[in-house]
């Protein structure tokens, strides 16, 4: 913990006055006043359409900070020789990962947090204009639905963090983050496909039924950590779903931080 | 006497291109420095300098022999306890200010907040800081982020300083604020391993110093003995570089 806590503590001060933070608040701040616009255009589930709105900009900022300001706090360590003044003081390799993860897992936490605070602000105040359309509201949910997104920024970070130990540049880590984002977000609904297909009159062969299940078990299910649906119309949700899903996050994480830690481990730094 | 770093049998080669072609970066270096000595590193460009330097604070692992400061294996992260590192062009975190990075520095070498307080403060008027402390480090020149990165270096007092072209970019005045801080230093007992091409420097500093050419270490002698009569360093140093058939960068 001794050496823990600088390096995270350095991470988290880097991240948090980076500038592109400050742009991603404010596209964020944005969205949160242009929901007032959009939901007042609707002459029917106004509600519904704020919730959606505001989960769905905090997700947005969210992906935004992992993408822009995640990825370069452990890349640019490894693109402009940093790491050669972190790893020459008393911290080992995993010390330095782990560290550095906690960083940015606080960074992720208080700025989804600030945005949180800023939708909850929104939906509260279009709730106040147009309180007839929110009949079914549930605010537990949507701060599930907040705390569900703010842990699966943590899982893709942890990947992100996965891809670092091993590419060469940022680039590359950022592109194999998008690529997993965008896997584990559809992967649900492809392996729903083609578990049954005749639902919608097409035929999958067997060898691609394999491959989307070897994917399904590969790949992190992001689709699970989505609640804004469940938000918005104030769905219940069973406990058991809440803790599987919690635990099924944690576990990913730490599985992908330890394997970064066993590569990081291996690799020299000429 | 226990030398403070031990390099027996070093021996390092890099895959490079497609076809991962070997180079060999360091081949069978032999090394000891003792207690209180100033050594320096010269070689030409590509000599394996950094790659020694790096090999020391295990930032790369050698393929073949054993890299030990202060008797233990530099793989021991402890060790480094006592190893102060200044890379060659350091880059840090550019919004920390330079306070926070020697906050860093002393935190992760277990001193107290006092402790680190009062060092750094000792430091920032040794490389001339004090003014720009607060400032991040994104607005520092280069020779400002060489001083800030020597205060790091020399924040928990080590036992050893490895320095890496300690004088790269900066002014004389900067230059002079370096040597005697290396003269400090020497005076108190400390290890100081440097590498410079600025041999007037090194004529200056150093109890002894190896010239290392294409990976191997040709000569490694006091510089009193290297120095007599009118010999200048640069002299031993074109020789030495000549007589291993190397290209000359310098």
């Keep these: ?270 | 006497m226990m030398p403070m770093i031990k390099l027996t049998n070093i021996s390092k080669e890099f895959k490079e291109g497609i076809q991962a072609k070997k180079i060999k970066a360091i081949d069978d270096l032999v090394l000891e420095v003792q207690k209180g000595e100033v050594f320096g590193f010269l070689g030409p460009n590509g000599a394996g300098k950094s790659t020694t330097i790096k090999i020391l604070v295990n930032l790369i692992r050698p393929d073949k022999g054993k890299a030990l400061i202060m008797d233990r294996d530099v793989n021991d992260t402890a060790v480094r306890k006592h190893v102060g590192y200044l890379p060659e062009n350091p880059y840090f975190y550019d919004y920390l200010t330079a306070e926070e990075l020697l906050w860093f520095g002393g935190k992760t070498t277990g001193l107290s907040a006092t402790a680190i307080k009062n060092r750094a403060d000792e430091l920032f008027q040794k490389v001339n800081l004090e003014n720009a402390r607060k400032r991040q480090l994104r607005t520092y020149s280069k020779g400002m982020l060489q001083r800030a990165g020597l205060a790091l270096s020399l924040i928990h007092d080590p036992d050893v300083a490895i320095l890496d072209e300690p004088m790269s970019g900066l002014d004389p005045l900067g230059r002079k604020m370096v040597g005697d801080v290396i003269l400090e230093l020497k005076a108190r007992g400390k290890t100081i391993f440097f590498s410079s091409h600025i041999l007037t420097d090194v004529e200056r500093f150093c109890d002894r110093v190896g010239i290392i050419v294409a990976g191997r270490l040709r000569l490694v002698d006091r510089l009193d003995n290297l120095l007599v009569g009118n010999t200048k360093l640069e002299d031993v140093f074109l020789r030495e570089v000549e007589k291993a058939g190397g290209g000359i960068e310098i």
């Design chain 1, 1 to 270: 913990m001794n050496t823990l806590w600088p390096v995270a503590l350095i991470t988290f001060k880097e991240g948090i006055r980076n500038r592109a933070l400050y742009g991603i608040t404010l596209l964020a701040l944005l969205f949160f006043i242009a929901n007032f616009l959009i939901s007042g255009m609707f002459m029917q589930e106004v509600g519904k359409v704020a919730i959606d709105i505001a989960l769905s900009a905090v997700s947005l900022s969210g992906l935004l900070l992992v993408l822009f300001v995640g990825i370069n706090l452990m890349a640019k360590d490894l693109d402009k020789k940093t790491i050669y003044m972190v790893l020459s003081r008393p911290i080992s390799r995993s010390q330095y990962i782990l560290g550095k993860f906690l960083g940015m897992a606080l960074l992720i936490i208080t700025t989804m947090v600030f945005l949180s605070v800023c939708a909850a602000l929104s939906i509260q105040l279009i709730k106040m204009v147009y309180p007839n359309y929110f009949p079914r509201f549930s605010w537990p949910m949507i701060l599930l639905a907040l705390s569900f997104n703010t842990l699966s920024m943590i899982l893709l970070s942890a990947l992100a963090f996965f891809f670092a130990s091993f590419t060469s540049t940022s680039f590359i880590t950022l592109v194999l983050t998008v690529i997993v984002y965008i896997i584990g977000q559809s992967l649900s609904d492809v392996k729903a496909l083609v578990d049954a297909p005749q639902t919608v009159g097409i035929h999958v062969s067997a060898a691609t039924v394999k491959l989307v299940q070897l994917a399904y078990y590969l790949f992190p299910n992001l689709s699970v950590f989505n609640l804004k649906i469940q938000a918005a119309h104030s769905l219940f949700l069973p406990a058991s779903y809440i803790l599987w899903t919690v635990t099924y996050g944690l576990i990913y994480t730490a599985l992908a931080i330890t394997g970064a830690a066993i590569i990081f481990r291996l690799r020299e730094f000429p």
